[in-house]
Structures are given as C-alpha cells and as structure tokens.
C-alpha cells in the first residue's frame, strides 16, 4: 500500500514525539528529584506490613490513595504483635476492610498471613548467623520486590508494626536490599537524631539492627492526632457505600494516643507535602542480646538512612477526604 507523503509526515512526527516523550518520561521516572524530602514518592509501589487494625487508619489511607492516583498497593502483610498476638483475629479484621473494599469497586491486593517469631540475635552479633523465619511475609516482600522494582522505583516496604519480616526477607535473600526502601512508622526524634523504642521499635530489637544496618531505611517518627482524620461530625458525611460504612463503624474504636498512627509512614510517600522536616541519620550497628528497644539513630549530614522529625497533620486529613471523594460513588464535599 502506497503511504502519502501527509501519511508519511504525520507519521515521522508522532515518531519523533514518541521518542521524545519516552526520553523525558525515562528523566521523570528515572533519574528526577523525589517529590518531597524522601527518595521515593507516590510514584513507587508500596507494600503493606502491619498487626492490629482498630489502632490506626493505615489501611484505608493505602487503599484509597491506590485507587485514585497515589502509590500502587502491592500487597499486604499481616502479622501479630505483642498487642496483638492472634493473627487469625489480625487477619480477619484486615479481610474485612478488604471485603468491604472491593465490594465498593475498588481495587485491592490479596493479603498474606505471616506468623514468624522475633528474631533472635546470635552469639558474636553476626547478622548474616541469625536464624531466618522464613516467613509468608518475608517470602512476599522478596517476590513482590522481583516483580514489581525498576532500578529507578524500588518497592517501598509501609511498617506500622515490627521489623521481623523486613530483616526476615534480608536473610532469606540479601539481594532483596537493592530492590527495596523501608519506610516505617516507629521510634521519637530526639535532640541529637532519635530511639527505635515504642511504638513498633521495641517489638524486635534485633531485626531493627538488621534493617538499619541492611536496607535504605526511613524512620517516621513525626505522629498527630489521627482523631482529626474522621471526626464525628463528618461520619454522616462519609459515602454510604461497604467502604464508607466499615470507615463509620471504625471511627469510635480509633486508637486515643498521640504515637498510634501507622498511616504517617504511608503518608511520607504518597504526600510530598506530608513529611516537612528531615534529617539524615545512621543508626548504631549492633544492640545487646537482652536490649529492650532498637539501636539508637544519630544525625549526620551522609547518614545512610532519613529520619521524619515532624509532620503536617492537617494536610493528612486533607489527603484523606480528597482521596475518599474521588472515590466511586463518593458523596460530594459538605
């Protein structure tokens, strides 16, 4: 068939347009600034690990910025904690958010039971002579990371509980580091840098070892009043939809306490705006085999791991009432 030369002219310049979007959007995906202070944003997948369910809105944050432009939710994790030591009670609260998810339409991973023990630190304090779990968790967090990481835009491991899988996944396969950024909402800043202490850094002391030592790492440790996220007085408001009701049926329980959000870990990547002051740190290498809480973190210009000192929660409760009207079926703004 004869081609034109308009044929052929249109044809040469969606050529040369297409070269020249795939050049900028290879400079926009690979090698651009971060949206914010962290190295990863709302562009990189994200992964879920967490215990409890009541305490926080860690969940429906992740959910709903998934489902309207924000990171996408790879899977999640669940596991037990200290406080909440029943996975199969864990895993049926989060099923149930799920249920109630999808059947508004939405679109959500299937989660993965993960039951391993607290890691124990070996004679001598050698990391690679730990004694792996071999977690469900674990195994999900280095498979998702082979499928789902670019060179330019790891997988970002969300934690609003303890460390064990994440070290876990690291002694199963070492390599997983280089397709993975922790990201988790632990410890308090200090003066000098912070504590891997509660909430979720006492939980496994010897795996915070491991995860600061091994992964690129970024400790939350800047909280708000997550109350404000759903208050009272906006539940009416909420869409009358399985999604909308099972956020209504939550609100009352919602956790009172001023270092319960898990959700600020989700929020530092899927909101640039959310995480406004950060600090470089480096975290100590070892802890005793008795210790109580995780290494200590200390600020220094080139430390290989970030800190998120403070927050702003007021954009967290925008982001939550934006995202949940984008939503199918979202009523409108009161």
Same mark, same amino acid.
């Given at each position: 068939?004869?081609?034109?030369?308009?044929?052929?002219? =249109?044809?040469?310049?969606?050529?040369?347009?297409?070269?020249?979007?795939?050049?900028?959007?290879?400079?926009?995906?690979?090698?651009?600034?971060?949206?914010?202070?962290?190295?990863?944003?709302? $562009?990189?997948?994200?992964?879920?690990?967490?215990?409890?369910?009541?305490?926080?809105?860690?969940?429906?944050?992740?959910?709903?910025?998934?489902?309207?432009? /924000?990171?996408?939710?790879?899977?999640? #994790?669940?596991?037990?904690?200290?406080?909440?030591?029943?996975?199969?009670?864990?895993? /049926?609260?989060?099923?149930?958010?799920?249920?109630?998810?999808?059947?508004?339409?939405?679109?959500?991973?299937?989660?993965?039971?993960? %039951?391993?023990?607290?890691?124990?630190?070996?004679?001598?304090?050698? #990391?690679?002579?730990?004694?792996?779990?071999?977690?469900?968790?674990?195994?999900?967090?280095?498979?998702?990371?082979?499928?789902?990481?670019?060179?330019?835009?790891?997988?970002?491991?969300?934690? /609003?509980? =303890?460390? &064990?899988?994440?070290?876990?996944?690291?002694?199963? %396969?070492? &390599?997983?580091?280089? =397709?993975?950024?922790?990201?988790?909402?632990?410890?308090?800043?200090?003066?000098?840098?912070?504590?891997?202490?509660?909430?979720?850094?006492?939980?496994?002391?010897?795996? +915070?070892? #491991?995860? &600061?030592?091994?992964?690129?790492?970024?400790?939350?440790?800047?909280?708000?009043?997550?109350?404000?996220?759903?208050?009272?007085?906006?539940?009416? &408001?909420?869409? +009358?939809?399985?999604?909308? $009701?099972?956020?209504?049926?939550?609100?009352?329980?919602?956790?009172?306490?001023?270092?319960?959000?898990?959700q600020v870990a989700v929020l530092a990547v899927a909101v640039p705006e959310f995480a406004v002051e950060v600090d470089r740190v480096a975290a100590a290498t070892t802890v005793a085999s008795e210790a109580t809480v995780g290494p200590t973190l200390v600020t220094r210009a080139e430390g290989p791991s970030w800190l998120v000192r403070r927050c702003n929660g007021a954009q967290a409760a925008e982001s939550f009432w934006n995202a949940l009207r984008a939503l199918p079926d979202a009523p409108p703004a009161p």
């Open positions: 068939m004869k081609t034109s030369p308009s044929t052929w002219t =249109r044809a040469v310049s969606t050529l040369v347009l297409g070269v020249v979007l795939g050049c900028s959007e290879t400079r926009n995906l690979g090698s651009s600034s971060p949206h914010g202070l962290l190295p990863v944003d709302e $562009r990189n997948p994200i992964l879920l690990t967490n215990d409890s369910f009541y305490d926080n809105w860690q969940g429906e944050y992740a959910i709903m910025l998934a489902n309207t432009g /924000g990171p996408k939710l790879a899977g999640i #994790i669940v596991g037990t904690s200290p406080n909440v030591p029943v996975l199969d009670t864990n895993v /049926g609260y989060w099923q149930g958010l799920i249920d109630a998810a999808r059947a508004s339409g939405l679109d959500v991973p299937d989660l993965t039971r993960s %039951d391993g023990a607290k890691l124990v630190r070996p004679d001598g304090g050698h #990391i690679e002579a730990t004694v792996p779990n071999r977690s469900g968790g674990a195994q999900a967090i280095v498979d998702l990371s082979k499928e789902l990481s670019l060179p330019y835009r790891p997988l970002v491991v969300v934690t /609003g509980g =303890r460390l &064990t899988d994440v070290a876990d996944a690291y002694l199963v %396969d070492p &390599t997983v580091v280089e =397709r993975t950024v922790v990201v988790s909402s632990l410890g308090a800043a200090t003066d000098s840098g912070a504590t891997m202490t509660d909430p979720n850094g006492e939980m496994d002391p010897w795996a +915070d070892v #491991i995860v &600061t030592s091994k992964f690129r790492f970024v400790q939350v440790s800047a909280f708000y009043d997550q109350r404000q996220d759903v208050p009272e007085s906006l539940v009416p &408001t909420l869409p +009358d939809t399985p999604f909308g $009701r099972s956020i209504a049926d939550k609100q009352p329980k919602i956790w009172d306490l001023p270092k319960a959000a898990d």
